[in-house]
């Protein structure tokens, strides 16, 4: 093979190799907000303070 395939070839070797490893360590994106909950908060018509829902 030509030296310049072969320099391809490896190329797209190393570049899948590092595709999988990155993919098999990457750990599941957490979502922003699991944490803390939003709260919705309501007002109370009697007292007039907010509370939670």
């Given at each position: 093979?030509?030296?310049?395939?072969?320099?391809?070839a490896v190329?797209?070797?190393?570049?899948?190799?590092?595709?999988?490893?990155?993919?098999?360590?990457?750990?599941?994106?957490?979502?922003?907000?699991?944490?803390?909950?939003?709260?919705?908060?309501?007002?109370?018509?009697?007292?007039?303070?907010?509370?939670?829902?």
């Amino acid at each position: 093979m030509p030296p310049v395939l072969m320099a391809a070839a490896v190329a797209g070797i190393v570049i899948a190799t590092y595709v999988m490893v990155r993919r098999s360590l990457q750990l599941q994106p957490k979502p922003v907000r699991v944490d803390k909950p939003v709260r919705r908060l309501r007002r109370d018509p009697v007292t007039g303070e907010y509370r939670p829902f």
